[in-house]
């Protein structure tokens, strides 16, 4: 899963499963532009990565933002040249509520961040991918998003969403050598949880055979094969890390 000369955008990437991808891909190889909404948590993880001997650039973006994303791109293109991985893994879980309780405002949030996001960063370096002949592009999606969990409806549909971007985008690039895929985690430690009713947790856990949360590394094991060479007759997929929790 060798990354040596590749460049790689992750957003959302000042913490949890962000912070472990960014980090994995860099011990692959591969020159980092660690992207987040929280500047310092960026410089951390620039740090980190650079104290390993690789290197970064701190992006602090709302990806919400086509400015911004723009800027990121742009930023990413002048520090090293190339864009040869994007991960798009910034995302909320929103409030845990049922449909009843739920404003429009928290579905709004939560489909900016986890799917318009995912889009404009996608729209952002496609075009640079195609005259390159060369791309890698990996979502967050979630087990959610295929299966629906109560009190996530927000977060459920906009996962759902990016499985289906995933999928359709993969279809219009294929001519130009770049893969696009996507993985679809079930509970994985990270601060995330810390926003979700306890009783939301627990649900999701019991429905893992492992018994278990995941890790983060263990997201961003796959990410980096999907990022890597090695995965180059895989396109249009989503990658299950679920415990067992989903098997289709």
């Known amino acids: ?31 980092l532009a660690v992207v987040d909404v929280d500047a310092a948590r960026a410089e951390t993880v620039t740090n980190e990565i650079e104290d390993l001997g690789h290197s970064a650039l701190a992006i602090h973006a709302d990806v919400t933002d086509f400015d911004q994303v723009k800027r990121m791109v742009e930023g990413t293109l002048e520090a090293f040249h190339q864009i040869d991985i994007l991960v798009n893994n910034a995302g909320i879980t929103g409030r845990t509520l049922p449909l009843t309780k739920l404003e429009v405002s928290d579905w709004d949030e939560v489909m900016d961040v986890n799917l318009r996001a995912v889009f404009l960063c996608c729209k952002a370096v496609i075009d640079h991918m195609i005259e390159r002949g060369y ?35 993969a279809k219009e690039v294929t001519e130009y050598d770049i893969r696009v895929n ?46 890597s060479d090695l995965a180059s007759f895989v396109t249009g997929q989503c990658y299950d890390i679920s415990g067992g929790r989903a098997t289709y």
């Open 1 to 31: 899963m060798d990354l040596n000369g590749k460049v790689a955008i992750v957003t959302g990437a000042g913490q949890g499963i962000g912070r472990g991808i960014a980090i994995q891909l860099a011990r692959s190889g591969a020159s």
């Open 182 to 227: 996507c993985v679809s985690p079930a509970v994985i430690g990270t601060p995330l949880l810390d926003d979700m009713a306890p009783s939301t947790v627990e649900y999701m856990i019991s429905k893992i055979p492992l018994g278990r949360v995941g890790k983060p590394e263990e997201v961003a094991a796959v990410v980096n094969f999907l990022a």
């Open 135 to 169: 791309g890698r592009i990996v979502s967050i999606a979630s087990v959610a998003g295929k299966e629906g969990n109560p009190t996530l409806i927000p977060y459920s549909t906009s996962k759902a969403g990016v499985i289906g971007l995933t999928k359709a985008l």
